[in-house]
């Protein structure tokens, strides 16, 4: 099992810039996957980032060019760095952990709870 713990969301005027963490806990970080999705109310769950355990990265091309993925190994974690924030990208993130690189959520083994990042206008 692996547990996933999100933090740094909150309230941000568009054009702000806020940075998502999630720390991975239990079982072994290594070889994993990682992504961030988000879910607004009355959406479906949507692909947001996804970062590879080598460091390969694929963006939606809605968040291209705004927001940056990282991740630090040695501390379990990954990082969502947001810029430019928009409205639109109001929603509940979600981290999340699995064996391969995918936009699809069922292709993830592992979530945390969310964290919740409204953006006013």
């Known amino acids: 099992q692996v547990q996933l713990v999100e933090s740094g969301g909150g309230l941000v005027q568009a054009g702000g810039s806020l940075t998502l963490s999630c720390a991975a806990s239990?079982?072994?970080?290594?070889?994993?996957?990682m992504g961030w999705f988000r879910q607004a109310p009355g959406k479906e769950r949507e692909f947001v980032v996804a970062?590879?355990?080598?460091?390969?990265?694929h963006y939606a091309d809605s968040v291209k060019g705004r927001f940056t993925i990282s991740r630090d190994n040695a501390k379990n974690t990954i990082y969502l760095q947001m810029n430019s924030l928009k409205p639109e990208d109001t929603a509940v993130y979600y981290c999340?952990?699995?064996?391969?690189?995918?936009?699809?959520?069922?292709?993830?083994?592992?979530w945390g709870q969310g964290t919740q990042v409204t953006v006013s206008s």
């Open positions: 999340a952990a699995g064996v391969v690189l995918s936009e699809l959520p069922r292709r993830y083994d592992y």
């Open positions: 239990g079982r072994t970080f290594s070889g994993y996957t």
């Open positions: 970062i590879t355990w080598s460091g390969g990265t």
